[in-house]
Every structure is written in structure tokens, then in C-alpha cells.
């Protein structure tokens, strides 16, 4: 079991619409370490870096428009496989199709504004983490209350 850590951007939607308590609450629950945590408005260039995949797409444009609109909410989390445990907890990508329980089954229809972001894979992670922090940004700390969190 790999302890992994994920970036996660509560996205201007999230933060428009007064849930981000609600989603960090529910991250923290679950049990995952948030080793950082910051506000920024994402930039035309910062969304470019971070969807590079996705830039030559026909939805890029609404995506740069969306993420660029108003602030977000960028965090790593750590934890035992956080990266899966991150994404299964997110829903797919578009909300009617999101099974309750999830956050973006839980709280939207729109596959463009779906809440939350997080790492696809350790590659990934890899790529983001870095983009978004610097290194003395990310806090290591023990977690005291050992055995209730794997
Ligand atoms: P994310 O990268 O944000 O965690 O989301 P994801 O993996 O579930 O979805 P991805 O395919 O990577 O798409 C990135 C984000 O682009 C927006 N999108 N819009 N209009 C469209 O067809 C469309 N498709 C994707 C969403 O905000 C999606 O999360
Ligand atoms: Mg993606």
C-alpha cells in the first residue's frame, strides 16, 4: 500500500458556492494528512501548465474561462493510496452521471463545473504538486493519534 500525496483544487464553483468547508471536512473525515492548503486565482498561463493535457481540446477554452474565474482552493493530501481514495471520493467527471455519495454526485449537474480536482495517477501528482507549491510550503507532520488512520 503506497502512501501517496494528491493535489486537490477546490474549484472557483466550490468556492463561489460556500462549500469548501464541506469538502475539506469530508477529506479530513476520511482520514487523509492535508500537508498544504492555499487560495490563488488560477492565471490563463497557470491553467495551460496544469491542463496541458487538455489544452488543445475543443472544451479548453470554457475550461480556461471557468478555472480562471474566480479564486480556488489548492491542497496536497497525504495518505495511505490517496490519489484513488481522492478520485472515488470526487465521483466522475460529470455530476449527473456521479453517484451519490461522492462530492460531485452530491452537489452538481455540470460536467464542466464539478466541484474539485485531484491528481489522476502518481504521475501526475508528481507534475502538480509542483506547479501549485513550493517545496518548504508542504508541512510534514506526525500524526499523533496513530492506529485510527492506516
Ligand atoms: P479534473 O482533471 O479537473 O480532476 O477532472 P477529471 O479528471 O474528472 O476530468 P478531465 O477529463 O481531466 O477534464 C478536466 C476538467 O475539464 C472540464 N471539462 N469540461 N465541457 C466538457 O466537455 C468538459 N470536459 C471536461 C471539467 O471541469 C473537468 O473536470
Ligand atoms: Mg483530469
Not at 474561462?65 to 490517496?82: C, D, K, N, Q, W
Not at 481514495?85 to 462530492?103: A, H, K, P, Q, Y
Not at 509542483?130 to 500524526?143: A, Q, S, V, W
Request: glycine share 8%; proline share 5%.
Amino acid at each position: 500500500m503506497a502512501n501517496e500525496r494528491s493535489l486537490i483544487l477546490f474549484k472557483p464553483d466550490a468556492v463561489q458556492r460556500r462549500l469548501c468547508g464541506e469538502l475539506l471536512s469530508r477529506i479530513e473525515k476520511r482520514g487523509l494528512k492535508i500537508v498544504g492548503l492555499k487560495m490563488l486565482m488560477v492565471t490563463k498561463e497557470l491553467s495551460a501548465q496544469h491542463y496541458a493535457e487538455h489544452v488543445e481540446k475543443p472544451f479548453y477554452p470554457l475550461l480556461e474561462e471557468f478555472i480562471t474565474s474566480g479564486p480556488v482552493v489548492a491542497l496536497v493530501v497525504e495518505g495511505p493510496e490517496a490519489i484513488s481514495v481522492m478520485r472515488t471520493m470526487m465521483g466522475s467527471t460529470n455530476g449527473r452521471e456521479s453517484d451519490l455519495g461522492t462530492i460531485r454526485g452530491d452537489f452538481g449537474l455540470s460536467r464542466q463545473m464539478n466541484l474539485i480536482h485531484g491528481s489522476d495517477g502518481p504521475e501526475a501528482a508528481a507534475r502538480e504538486i509542483p506547479i501549485y507549491f513550493r517545496p518548504e510550503e508542504l508541512i510534514e507532520y506526525e500524526t499523533t493519534l496513530a492506529g485510527w488512520v492506516c
